[in-house]
């Protein structure tokens, strides 16, 4: 009976464990993780600080500021909406300070204008627009209003 007993409670013990981190990492993952706030990035200091223009690609262009006191290699950074569209950021690097548009339309790329080439609108109000670094991770968000 000892033997059934403690099998039991192995048992218990595990399904316990699993319960309380699933319990965590679920709740970690809808509370703990920034979404949808304006202009949230990470420890690198660089945020989305706005989208303008918003439903017209000639004048669409989302604004990357690095509010850190170091600089950020963006390079091969990739910026990305909703709907998957992503725009690979070329050699670049962001002062502290610094800022550079991302336009949607064509254009001539420059140290603070870069162009993504593309001939209709990308980016919607409510549209999350999210900064990936060079791994995957997602270092800065914004809900377009």
């Known amino acids: 009976m000892t033997r059934r007993r403690l099998i039991l409670y192995l048992l218990l013990n595990a399904f316990v464990s699993a319960l309380v981190t699933g319990t965590i990492l679920f709740l970690y993952d809808r509370f703990g993780r920034p979404e949808s706030s304006n202009g949230v990035g990470t420890e690198t200091g660089v945020i989305i600080a706005g989208v303008t223009g918003a439903g017209v690609a000639e004048s669409e262009a989302v604004t990357l500021q690095n509010t850190g006191e170091q600089s950020v290699v963006l390079t091969g950074w990739t910026l990305r909406d909703s709907d998957g569209a992503a725009y690979t950021l070329p050699q670049l ?29 990308l980016w919607e ?10 791994q995957g991770l997602a270092r800065a968000f914004y809900r377009i209003p």
């Open 93 to 121: 690097t962001l002062y502290p300070g610094g800022a550079v548009q991302v336009h949607t339309a064509n254009g001539e790329n420059s140290v603070t204008d870069l162009y993504w080439g593309l001939s209709s609108p």
């Open 125 to 134: 109000p409510g549209e999350l627009v999210v900064l990936y670094d060079t």
